[in-house]
C-alpha cells in the first residue's frame, strides 16, 4: 500500500499480466513476447535458447574488470597464523575472488556457497563498480561511520519484490562471482549452491550458462523444517542445493563412506573360513518386495532340502527346474539379480539359506517357503564402492544450527547445519591438502564442518572462508552481544569450535586413560583447528591505482608514482603478502626472513625455499651475493633501495640475468 490511487494505464497493465502473464518480464512488457503470443508473424532479434536480464552486459565488464586491490595480514585476529593452512578473509567477496585468481587458479577442490535466497526482504545488492576513484566510491554506495566501517545503506540496498529488477539485481550480483569462482576449481572441482525457491530457475540457467549444462550433476532438496504453518499456499519446508562438475568427466562418481555405526549394527558377522577367513560381512535378502517386475529375474532357486522357491506371484510353471526362468506379470515378485549372476555368488559362497517360519516365498506347490535365501556384502567391498547418495536430505534441519550455535554461545541465526556441510564435504570426495572455498561465509559453517571433519576422520583438508565485515543490525541479540559484524561472529565461532574440539579430545583421553589405567603411548594425531585472517585492502604500491583525469595537477601526481612507488601507509610485510599473491603464491607458502649479516636485523624474504626472493628493506653486493648463491626462480626489490648507487643495480640486473633469474625492480 503506497497511498496512491491506481491510474488507468496501470489497472489496464495489470489487466493485460493477469491474462497474458507470459507477455511480461520483471512486471514489464516484453513487446516481441506480447506480438508472438497474439499470433503475429514476427522474428525474435536474439532468437537461441539464452538467460538474458537488464544489466548482464554491466556484469561481464564487472567481472572483466581487474583488481589493484590486495589481502593484508591481521595476526592478531589468528589462531596459530604461522602453522594453519585455514584461511579467513574479510572483504567483498568479488574483490577476493579476483585477488585469489592468480595463486588459486585450479587449486580449489570443492566450493560451497549459501548466497541470499532474493526472497524479498534480503539486502544484497552489493557496490560492484570498483575502477572509480575512492571519493567517487564513497559518494555513490553511502561513506563509512566514525570507526571506518561502511554503513549498512552503503554495503546494502534492500531488493524488494516491489523493484522493477527484482530477478535482475540478484543475477547481476552472482553471475560476476560464479563465473570467478570456476576459474578457481580444479578440473575434477565440485560447486553447491544452496538455494530457495525464488531463483532456483535462475540460479540452475545462469550455472548452464556458465559452467556448462553437461556438467550438471543434480539438484538436492533439503528439508529445512518439520512442520510450521506459514506461507499462502504451501509451507516452505525445504530449500534446494544445486551441484555442478568444473569437468563431468574428470568427476569422480559420489559415494558416501560406511561409518562406524552402520559397521557395528550391519557388517557385524565374522567370516571363520575360507579365502576371506576374518573379514566382516552383512546379510541382505536377494527378493525385495520394491522391485518391479523385470524380466529374467523370475526363476526358481533350489533350497538345501531339495524344495525350490521363488517370489510370490500366480505364475508357476511345470516341471519346475532350479533356474528356470518364468515371466513375470505386473503383480509378481522378482529376485535382485539374474540368474547367471545369482549361480556366481553362490560358487563363491556368498549364498546363505535361512529357514523360517515368516518367509514371503512360495514354494513349488504354491505354499509359503520356510526358506529366505541371502547374500553377503562384505565390508571391504563395500567400503571400496562406497553408496550413491540421495539427491532428498532429511536428516540435517536448521534446527539444529541453533543448538551448535546455542553450545558455543553464539548468538546467530540463519546459518546452515555443519552436519549438512560435513556431508558435502564428504560425497565430494575431498582428500588431505584440499581445499574447500566458500564465499558466502556468515558464520563460518562451511569451516565449522571442516573442523569437525578434519577430527572424526583426521583427514588435512583446508578451507578459504570470504566474508564481508557486515555491520549487525544494532536491534540484534548479536551486536547486544558484542559483535560488531557478521565477519567477528564467524571469527569468534571458529576459536570457540577449535577450543571445544581440543576440550573434547582432552575428556576422552582422560576416560581411556581411567579406563585402561595407563598413559597411551602414542600421542594423538594433531588437528589443524587454526585460521589466518587476512582482510581486503588498498595496494600498497601506487602505480597499481589508477589515477582519473588529464589535468596538470593529476599529471604531477602520476610522476611523483616514479619517484617512490610505495604508499605511506604501507608495511614491509604487507608488501611481503601483496607480491606474494601477485607472484602467484598462495597465502600458505613458507616465508623466510634472512638478515644481511648476523648482526643486521635488515635483510631480505624468501619464499618456498627460494622460488622466489622479495627485497625490499637494504639493497648491498652482500645481499645480492647472497641471494645469488640461494638461486631463486625469481626476484623482486624496490627499486628506491639503490637510489645514488646506479652500478649496484645495474651490476645487480646483469649477475641475476647471468643466472637465469628472473629480476624485476618495483
Given at each position: 500500500?503506497?497511498?496512491q490511487?491506481?491510474t488507468?494505464?496501470?489497472?489496464?497493465?495489470?489487466?493485460?499480466q493477469e491474462?497474458?502473464?507470459?507477455?511480461f518480464?520483471?512486471?514489464?512488457?516484453?513487446?516481441?513476447k506480447?506480438?508472438?503470443?497474439?499470433?503475429?508473424?514476427?522474428?525474435?532479434?536474439?532468437?537461441?535458447?539464452?538467460?538474458?536480464?537488464?544489466?548482464k552486459?554491466?556484469?561481464?565488464?564487472?567481472?572483466q574488470?581487474?583488481?589493484?586491490?590486495t589481502?593484508?595480514?591481521a595476526?592478531?585476529?589468528?589462531?596459530n597464523?604461522?602453522?594453519?593452512?585455514?584461511?579467513?578473509?574479510?572483504?567483498e567477496n568479488?574483490?577476493?575472488l579476483?585477488?585469489?585468481?592468480?595463486?588459486?587458479?585450479?587449486k580449489?577442490?570443492?566450493?560451497?556457497?549459501?548466497?541470499?535466497?532474493?526472497?524479498?526482504?534480503?539486502?544484497?545488492?552489493?557496490?560492484?563498480?570498483?575502477?572509480?576513484?575512492?571519493?567517487?566510491?564513497?559518494?555513490?554506495?553511502?561513506?563509512?561511520?566514525?570507526?571506518?566501517y561502511?554503513?549498512k545503506?552503503?554495503?546494502f540496498?534492500?531488493?524488494?519484490?516491489?523493484?522493477?529488477?527484482?530477478?535482475?539485481?540478484?543475477?547481476?550480483?552472482?553471475?560476476?562471482?560464479l563465473f570467478?569462482?570456476?576459474?578457481?576449481?580444479?578440473?575434477?572441482g565440485?560447486?553447491?549452491?544452496?538455494?530457495?525457491?525464488?531463483?532456483?530457475?535462475?540460479?540452475?540457467?545462469?550455472?548452464?550458462e556458465i559452467?556448462g549444462?553437461?556438467?550438471?550433476?543434480s539438484?538436492?532438496s533439503r528439508?529445512m523444517?518439520?512442520?510450521?504453518?506459514k506461507?499462502?499456499?504451501?509451507?516452505?519446508?525445504?530449500?534446494?542445493i544445486?551441484?555442478?562438475?568444473?569437468?563431468?568427466?574428470?568427476t569422480?562418481?559420489?559415494?558416501?563412506?560406511?561409518?562406524?555405526?552402520?559397521i557395528?549394527?550391519?557388517?557385524?558377522?565374522?567370516?571363520?573360513?575360507g579365502?576371506?577367513?576374518?573379514?566382516?560381512?552383512?546379510e541382505?535378502?536377494?527378493?525385495?518386495?520394491?522391485?518391479?517386475?523385470?524380466?529374467?529375474?523370475?526363476?526358481?532357486?533350489?533350497?538345501?532340502?531339495?524344495?525350490?522357491?521363488?517370489?510370490?506371484?500366480?505364475t508357476?510353471?511345470?516341471p519346475?527346474k532350479?533356474g528356470?526362468?518364468?515371466?513375470?506379470?505386473?503383480?509378481?515378485?522378482?529376485?535382485?539379480?539374474?540368474?547367471?549372476?545369482?549361480?556366481?555368488?553362490?560358487?563363491?559362497?556368498n549364498?546363505?539359506?535361512?529357514?523360517?517360519?515368516t518367509?514371503?516365498?512360495?514354494d513349488?506347490?504354491?505354499?509359503?517357503?520356510?526358506w529366505?535365501?541371502?547374500?553377503?556384502?562384505w565390508l571391504?567391498?563395500?567400503?571400496e564402492?562406497?553408496?550413491?547418495?540421495?539427491?532428498?536430505?532429511?536428516?540435517?534441519?536448521?534446527?539444529?544450527?541453533?543448538?551448535?550455535?546455542?553450545?558455543?554461545?553464539?548468538?546467530f541465526?540463519?546459518?546452515?547445519?555443519?552436519?549438512?556441510?560435513?556431508y558435502l564435504?564428504?560425497?565430494?570426495?575431498?582428500?588431505?591438502d584440499?581445499i574447500?572455498?566458500?564465499?558466502?561465509?556468515?558464520?563460518?559453517?562451511?569451516?565449522h564442518?571442516?573442523?569437525?571433519?578434519n577430527?572424526?576422520?583426521l583427514s588435512?583438508?583446508?578451507?578459504?572462508?570470504?566474508?564481508?565485515p557486515?555491520l549487525?543490525?544494532?536491534?540484534?541479540?548479536s551486536?547486544k552481544?558484542?559483535?560488531?559484524t557478521?565477519a567477528?561472529?564467524?571469527?569468534?565461532r571458529?576459536r570457540?569450535?577449535?577450543?571445544k574440539?581440543?576440550?573434547?579430545?582432552?575428556?576422552?583421553k582422560?576416560?581411556k586413560?581411567?579406563?585402561?589405567?595407563?598413559?597411551?603411548d602414542?600421542?594423538?594425531?594433531k588437528?589443524?583447528?587454526?585460521?589466518?585472517?587476512?582482510k581486503?585492502?588498498?595496494s600498497?604500491?601506487?602505480?597499481?591505482?589508477?589515477?582519473?583525469?588529464?589535468?596538470?595537477?593529476?599529471?604531477?601526481?602520476?610522476?611523483?608514482?616514479?619517484?617512490?612507488?610505495?604508499?605511506?601507509?604501507?608495511?614491509?610485510?604487507n608488501?611481503?603478502?601483496?607480491l606474494?599473491l601477485?607472484?602467484?603464491?598462495?597465502?600458505?607458502?613458507?616465508?623466510?626472513?634472512?638478515?644481511?649479516?648476523?648482526?643486521d636485523?635488515?635483510?631480505?624474504y624468501?619464499?618456498?625455499?627460494?622460488?622466489?626472493?622479495?627485497?625490499l628493506?637494504?639493497?648491498?653486493?652482500e645481499?645480492?651475493d647472497?641471494v645469488?648463491?640461494?638461486?631463486?626462480?625469481?626476484?623482486?626489490?624496490?627499486?628506491?633501495?639503490?637510489?645514488?648507487?646506479?652500478q649496484?643495480?645495474?651490476n645487480?640486473?646483469?649477475?641475476?640475468?647471468?643466472a637465469?633469474?628472473?629480476?624485476?625492480?618495483?
Open positions: 500500500m503506497d497511498g490511487s491506481l488507468p494505464d496501470k489497472f489496464k497493465l495489470l489487466q493485460l491474462l497474458l502473464p507470459e507477455a518480464s520483471e512486471g514489464k512488457i516484453d513487446w516481441e506480447l506480438k508472438a503470443t497474439l499470433g503475429e508473424d514476427i522474428t525474435f532479434s536474439n532468437e537461441r535458447y539464452v538467460l538474458n536480464w537488464a544489466g552486459s554491466e556484469a561481464f565488464k564487472v567481472l574488470a581487474p583488481s589493484t586491490r589481502l593484508i595480514p595476526k592478531e585476529e589468528s589462531v597464523f604461522d602453522q594453519t593452512e585455514n584461511i579467513f578473509i574479510e572483504g568479488l574483490e577476493v579476483k585477488v585469489l585468481q592468480k595463486s588459486y587458479f585450479g580449489v577442490k570443492m566450493i560451497y556457497i549459501d548466497p541470499p535466497y532474493n526472497t524479498g526482504n534480503d539486502s544484497f545488492i552489493y557496490p560492484d563498480k570498483f575502477s572509480e576513484t575512492k571519493d567517487e566510491y564513497l559518494k555513490r554506495i553511502g561513506d563509512k561511520d566514525e570507526e571506518g561502511m554503513t545503506d552503503g554495503m540496498r534492500k531488493n524488494s519484490k516491489e523493484n522493477g529488477q527484482y530477478h535482475s539485481n540478484w543475477l547481476n550480483m552472482m553471475y560476476p562471482r570467478m569462482a570456476k576459474n578457481l576449481l580444479r578440473d575434477d565440485i560447486i553447491f549452491v544452496s538455494i530457495g525457491e525464488d531463483e532456483l530457475h535462475n540460479l540452475r540457467s545462469m550455472m548452464n559452467w549444462e553437461e556438467n550438471y550433476i539438484t538436492i528439508l523444517k518439520s512442520g510450521g504453518a506461507g499462502n499456499f504451501f509451507t516452505p519446508n525445504i530449500d534446494y544445486v551441484a555442478f562438475a568444473k569437468n563431468i568427466n574428470s569422480e562418481f559420489f559415494r558416501t563412506s560406511i561409518t562406524q555405526d552402520q557395528d549394527s550391519y557388517y557385524n558377522k565374522i567370516q571363520t573360513e579365502k576371506r577367513k576374518g573379514e566382516r560381512y552383512g541382505e535378502r536377494i527378493y525385495k518386495a520394491s522391485l518391479d517386475a523385470r524380466a529374467n529375474q523370475r526363476y526358481w532357486i533350489e533350497c538345501p532340502d531339495g524344495t525350490f522357491v521363488i517370489p510370490p506371484g500366480n508357476f510353471p511345470k519346475i532350479h528356470e526362468k518364468v515371466k513375470p506379470n505386473s503383480e509378481d515378485g522378482v529376485w535382485k539379480w539374474i540368474f547367471e549372476t545369482y549361480k556366481k555368488e553362490y560358487n563363491e559362497g549364498i546363505i539359506f535361512k529357514e523360517t517360519s518367509s514371503a516365498l512360495i513349488q506347490n504354491g505354499k509359503s517357503s520356510k529366505n535365501p541371502y547374500n553377503k556384502l571391504s567391498d563395500q567400503q564402492k562406497g553408496k550413491v547418495p540421495g539427491n532428498f536430505i532429511e536428516a540435517y534441519e536448521n534446527r539444529q544450527s541453533a543448538a551448535e550455535l546455542q553450545e558455543l554461545n553464539i548468538p541465526d540463519f546459518a546452515k547445519p555443519v552436519n549438512l556441510l560435513k564435504i564428504e560425497i565430494a570426495r575431498t582428500e588431505d584440499d574447500i572455498l566458500d564465499f558466502f561465509a556468515g558464520s563460518g559453517s562451511l569451516a564442518a571442516v573442523f569437525k571433519r577430527e572424526n576422520n588435512k583438508c583446508h578451507f578459504i572462508c570470504v566474508q564481508l557486515e549487525c543490525d544494532e536491534k540484534s541479540e551486536y552481544a558484542g559483535y560488531l557478521i567477528d561472529i564467524a571469527k569468534e571458529l570457540r569450535a577449535g577450543n574440539i581440543l576440550e573434547n579430545r582432552k575428556i576422552e582422560e576416560k586413560k581411567a579406563q585402561f589405567d595407563f598413559e597411551p602414542k600421542e594423538e594425531p588437528i589443524d583447528l587454526g585460521f589466518k585472517v587476512l581486503l585492502s588498498d600498497n604500491f601506487k602505480q597499481w591505482q589508477q589515477i582519473i583525469g588529464k589535468d596538470p595537477n593529476a599529471l604531477e601526481e602520476q610522476m611523483k608514482l616514479f619517484v617512490d612507488p610505495v604508499s605511506e601507509s604501507a608495511t614491509i610485510e608488501m611481503v603478502y601483496e606474494l601477485k607472484s602467484g603464491k598462495d597465502l600458505n607458502s613458507k616465508i623466510e626472513h634472512k638478515p644481511a649479516s648476523q648482526s636485523t635488515l635483510g631480505y624468501c619464499v618456498n625455499d627460494n622460488e622466489l626472493v622479495i627485497m628493506e637494504i639493497a648491498t653486493q645481499i645480492v647472497s645469488l648463491k640461494g638461486q631463486p626462480q625469481k626476484v623482486i626489490a624496490l627499486d628506491r633501495l639503490f637510489t645514488g648507487n646506479d649496484l643495480k645495474t645487480t640486473a646483469l649477475q641475476m640475468r647471468d637465469s633469474i628472473e629480476f624485476k625492480t618495483i
